[in-house]
């Protein structure tokens, strides 16, 4: 039988896979409230044009185009084109995808593209800078946002509650010996979750916090000192939610003056929930004739019958807002 031909050996070929090449084809600018994108056409360096309806941001379209430097150009407000924002501990992160789908040359005749799709991510990043006002709110029966920048927004709140903490009390008319039971709370839109705290608050008998008489029954950074002053049953609840901090003050009235309305001022904070407490971020009640933490951060209280410290230096891991509520309170003496 007929022997197949053997075919001669071939020299070694000199070959090596050429890998694609990097290429920097898209460019980025963030101002204050837009992103601005320019696309080279040759995408991926291969002279391969791309066509200006196969690319998007976001869903929306090519804004501007310069044919002669081959240049595709997107430009878009922060929270448009399909954005997201993401809130870290010391930034806000805009993100937007670049998404490129090659439709095919030819739906019927020729059903194939010379290039891969691609999603390419922007982002836009902003330092968070806190812009805290120290300026007290008068009524304040309306929710303050203590600081707002950039797209962050921190929204304070301090209730009356009725007696079962289920509700907001409808009335603020108490009676001696009444408990008045306060919520504070603090709502974190776009932001890292929030531990919330009630730094001071002092009860004046007119609108002026600094007014006399007055009665600072929360001081030295979260001590309520008015059950170890006057053997009241005035002390915070146990922490139950890093944003809520609910605290009971058994009702009163100055010993001089008439006046039957009561004025508050009260400082809140809060810091990001994962920081740690310290004896500046606490809450600490007098019970049992000791002081205790709502947290269960016991040992930070010991400083409330001394000195708990100041910050030397603003601190930008927390902040704060203030509030006077008028009249915050009122006793019907019958």
Request: proline fraction near 5%; charged fraction near 15%; glycine fraction near 6%.
């Amino acid at each position: 039988m007929p022997q197949m031909p053997v075919e001669p050996t071939s020299p070694p070929v000199q070959f090596q896979l050429r890998e694609p090449v990097s290429v920097s084809s898209v460019a980025a600018t963030c101002d204050e409230n837009m992103v601005h994108v320019q696309v080279k056409k040759d995408l991926f360096g291969s002279g391969e044009l791309i066509q200006a309806s196969d690319i998007s941001l976001g869903g929306c379209g090519v804004t501007g185009e310069d044919s002669v430097a081959q240049l595709l150009y997107f430009q878009s407000y922060l929270q448009a084109c399909g954005s997201q924002v993401v809130m870290t501990n010391d930034s806000l992160v805009y993100s937007f995808s670049l998404t490129y789908l090659p439709r095919a040359i030819s739906d019927t005749s020729a059903p194939i593209v010379r290039t891969s799709g691609a999603v390419i991510r922007i982002e836009c990043h902003y330092l968070r800078l806190h812009n805290v006002s120290s300026n007290a709110l008068q009524p304040a029966w309306v929710p303050y946002a203590a600081t707002k920048t950039a797209e962050e927004l921190l929204v304070f709140t301090l209730k009356l509650m009725t007696d079962d903490w289920k509700f907001e009390r409808p009335s603020n008319i108490y009676y001696m010996g009444d408990l008045i039971h306060f919520e504070a709370s603090v709502k974190q839109y776009n932001h890292v979750p929030l531990r919330v705290f009630v730094d001071t608050c002092v009860v004046t008998a007119v609108p002026d916090a600094a007014a006399a008489p007055s009665y600072l029954f929360i001081q030295n950074h979260g001590c309520l000192v008015d059950s170890k002053l006057t053997g009241s049953s005035s002390r915070f609840l146990p922490r139950t939610q890093d944003f809520k901090l609910q605290f009971q003050l058994e009702a009163f009235r100055f010993q001089q003056g008439d006046t039957g309305s009561l004025f508050i001022t009260c400082l809140l904070k809060a810091t990001a929930a994962a920081s740690p407490t310290d004896a500046e971020h606490k809450a600490c009640s007098f019970v049992g004739h000791k002081w205790a933490g709502a947290g269960g951060e016991d040992q930070l209280c010991s400083c409330c019958d001394g000195s708990c410290g100041s910050r030397k230096a603003r601190d930008l891991t927390s902040v704060s807002g203030m509030w006077t509520w008028r009249p915050f309170f009122s006793f019907c003496l019958c």
